[in-house]
């Protein structure tokens, strides 16, 4: 996140592996010369969550922990909405 304050129902969350990869892939990888200032929506700030989930009972017997994964942006749904 930037410098602002969101709440955190309002916040993009991942595990480890993601966090590091979208910070690598999406915020701070640079395709030209130079250092890439600011750095992609200004984040400057990566918070850690703790917490504890369980799936509904329908995701739960079709053998899923999460439903589909849809990606937001600036309030907007992208891709398959």
């Known amino acids: 996140q930037n410098d602002q304050d969101y709440p955190p129902e309002n916040q993009n969350t991942a595990n480890l ?3 590091l990869w979208y910070l690598h892939n999406e915020i701070v990888t640079n395709y030209s010369t130079g250092t890439r200032c600011p750095r992609r929506f200004d984040i400057s700030e990566l918070h850690r969550f ?3 989930m369980r799936p509904t009972e329908a995701l739960d017997k079709a053998g899923m922990h999460f439903g589909p994964r849809w990606a937001y ?9």
């Open 73 to 81: 942006d600036q309030g907007k749904c992208e891709g398959r909405c």
């Open 50 to 52: 703790k917490i504890k």
């Open 17 to 19: 592996a993601g966090a």
